[in-house]
């Protein structure tokens, strides 16, 4: 089985990375900037248990070698999905099963309309981050098993990886855990809009209690449109805004422990903050945004928190705690 890893960042490197590390033949496609990077010092693999690894990787920057892939992982951001579907129904062969590794719900729709029938398309799920440390290093700071959809061809990939910190887990119902996941990406916005670490940012009550409002709004929202959010890892959707508005030594003590997130970990979109690059926040918190026009509602938290990130994605500078809640809630 070969497996083309179209957008080979933080995510692709590390799954692409440990995928190779099984002796699976894969292939990294990605821009010059990480080649350049790879070709100087190699690629390093760590994570949050001190597990290490480097392993040898085929990289280029030629969507050319998406040509005699069975599986395509997808991992770019989600305003870059349509060039990529692009390239993958223009190099790629109909054969191939494409997984799509990404945050959001609607990208996915773009990514299946652009390659219409002639591609099976299905969703995949990270429920870990991955920070990218600079000289071809690629760190996995928060716990958690790579998802995709129960498919003969992703059961076959999921036994080839078998454990590590890159394994597959075949599931069913991947919209639901879709939007299950969207539930806990809202806190990516206030992670970004805090310019801190993951784990300084959640240390923190008032940047949790913006999530939490967020999430409140999101549940609201997803139930009057008779979607249901499955569960992500160990709290189910309905709890979320209480486990993140609890106080501080509940959250430490508990839930901060059993999530073993550690220092280095970044969420997404503060990385993509920090390169200056636009943030998937419509595919987000504009998710929710959109869905509540669709169905004649407001999503004033979510829609405030949009404008906030696309501020400070024009140079605004980070909130305080206290400041961001004001800022949302006000
Ligand atoms: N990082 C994380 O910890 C997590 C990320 N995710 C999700 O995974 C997805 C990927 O995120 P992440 O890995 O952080 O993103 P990155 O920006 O780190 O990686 C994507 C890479 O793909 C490159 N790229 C874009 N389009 C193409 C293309 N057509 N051909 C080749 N390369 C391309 C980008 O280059 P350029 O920027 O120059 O376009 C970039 O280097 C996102 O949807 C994110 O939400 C989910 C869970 C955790
Ligand atoms: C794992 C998590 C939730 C970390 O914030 C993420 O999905 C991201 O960074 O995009």
């Not at 990375?17 to 496609?29: E, Q, R």
Request: contains cysteine; positive net charge.
């Amino acid at each position: 089985m070969r497996i083309a890893v179209l957008g080979a960042g933080s995510i692709g490197c590390f799954v692409g990375g440990c995928w190779s590390a099984k002796g699976i033949d894969t292939v990294l496609i990605g821009r010059e900037r990480i080649g350049g990077d790879l070709a100087a010092h190699g690629l390093s693999l760590s994570d949050y248990t001190g597990w290490t690894a480097h392993p040898e990787v085929e990289f280029t920057t030629d969507p050319g070698a998406l040509a005699g892939a069975d599986v395509i992982a997808l991992t770019v951001k989600s305003a870059a999905t349509r060039d990529a579907a692009l390239q993958i129904a223009r190099h790629g062969s109909p054969d191939a099963l494409v997984i799509s590794f990404q945050n959001g719900i609607s990208n996915f729709d773009v990514l299946r309309d652009t390659l219409g029938k002639e591609f099976e398309v299905v969703r995949g799920m990270v429920p870990f981050n991955v920070a990218y440390l600079g000289e071809g290093r690629f760190h996995k700071g928060v716990a958690g098993t790579l998802h995709a959809e129960d498919h003969p061809r992703v059961r076959i990939l999921a036994a080839r990886i078998g454990d590590g910190p890159a394994a597959i887990l075949p599931a069913a119902g991947m919209t639901a855990i879709a939007w299950g996941k969207l539930l806990i990406n809202l806190n990516n916005a206030v992670s970004a809009l805090s310019g801190l670490p993951l784990l300084e940012q959640l240390q923190q009550r008032d940047y949790r209690r913006v999530t939490a409002a967020s999430q409140r709004e999101g549940l609201r929202l997803l139930k009057a449109a008779g979607i249901r959010p499955a569960k992500v890892g160990a709290v189910g959707p309905a709890l979320l805004p209480y486990v993140l508005a609890a106080p501080d030594w509940l959250f430490k003590g508990v839930f901060l422990k059993a999530w073993k997130i550690d220092a280095r970990a970044r969420s997404s979109m503060a990385d993509d903050l920090a390169a200056g690059r636009r943030t998937e926040v419509d595919y987000l918190n504009g998710e929710l945004v959109a869905l509540a026009e669709r169905i004649g509602r407001d999503a004033p938290v979510n829609r405030r928190i949009v404008e906030l990130v696309r501020a400070a994605e024009a140079g605004a500078k980070p909130y305080d705690s206290a400041g961001l809640r004001r800022a949302v809630t006000a």
